[in-house]
């Protein structure tokens, strides 16, 4: 199985704050990974697929980029709705597998 | 809009089967357009995908529950269910249902909110 390792468990930011959260695949995926925001209690939001295309409906501030086995997802500036975790998905091969997430916390 | 919700027991005893259901609204589970999944999250840990099913009955599941895991349609109730036999603690998780696209390299793009299920005597 492919691994996704998101090396950040929890990061500090401050409102208008970028924010880079990062995901590395164990081997190469294309461009087969989406991000998702979680929030506790509420069902999980796709914000970004194939690496790099904004789901509808998603703020700008949100992007993705990468290839092959390091991704990233960015915010250019972060809004007090922002605050929840994160996660990425590759959906190159089975079985589909997830990163740990990575939870974003007010500095 | 697309709405999925999941229900079923929230306690199940060891060894026995856990059964959930994810009553879909805003789509058709005939769909040619769509696959539908179960996903399940362990407290304080990632998300691991379990399977899913395309419209006629095809599936497609994890390897790692393939032998104790059926997912099933019900076009006349528009839903889909999960089973899984012979369930452990180990099977305690936070249980979600997802709709995707049946596209190669299309994530799920809307999710239930998820249903705890404890695995336990």
């Known amino acids: 199985d492919i691994q996704m390792t998101q090396a950040a468990s929890f990061v500090s930011a401050s409102v208008g704050d970028r924010v880079d959260i990062t995901c590395r695949a164990s081997q190469g995926i294309s461009n087969g990974v989406a991000w998702y925001q979680q929030i506790p209690g509420k069902a999980p939001r796709l914000l970004i697929y194939?690496?790099?295309h904004l789901q509808g409906g998603v703020p700008s501030r949100f992007s993705g980029s990468g290839s092959e086995t390091d991704f990233t997802l960015t915010i250019s500036s972060l809004q007090a709705e922002d605050y929840a975790t994160y996660f990425c998905?590759?959906?190159?091969?089975?079985?589909?597998?997830f990163g740990q997430g990575t939870k974003l916390q007010i500095k | 809009q697309v709405q999925l919700q999941e229900s079923g027991p929230g306690l199940v005893e060891p060894s026995q089967t856990l059964s959930l259901t994810c009553t879909v609204s805003g789509d058709s589970i005939s769909s040619i357009a769509h696959y539908w999944s179960w996903f399940r999250q362990h407290p304080g840990k990632g998300l691991e995908w379990i399977g899913y099913i395309y419209y006629g009955g095809s599936t497609f599941y994890n390897p790692s529950l393939k032998s104790r895991v059926t997912i099933s349609l019900d076009t006349s109730q528009n839903h889909f269910s999960l089973r899984l036999t012979s369930v452990t603690a180990a099977d305690t998780a936070v249980y979600y249902c997802a709709r995707e696209p049946a596209k190669p390299g299309q994530p799920p793009d809307y999710w239930g909110q998820g249903t705890l299920v404890t695995v336990s005597s």
């Open positions: 998905l590759q959906v190159n091969s089975f079985p589909y597998t």
């Open positions: 194939r690496t790099s």
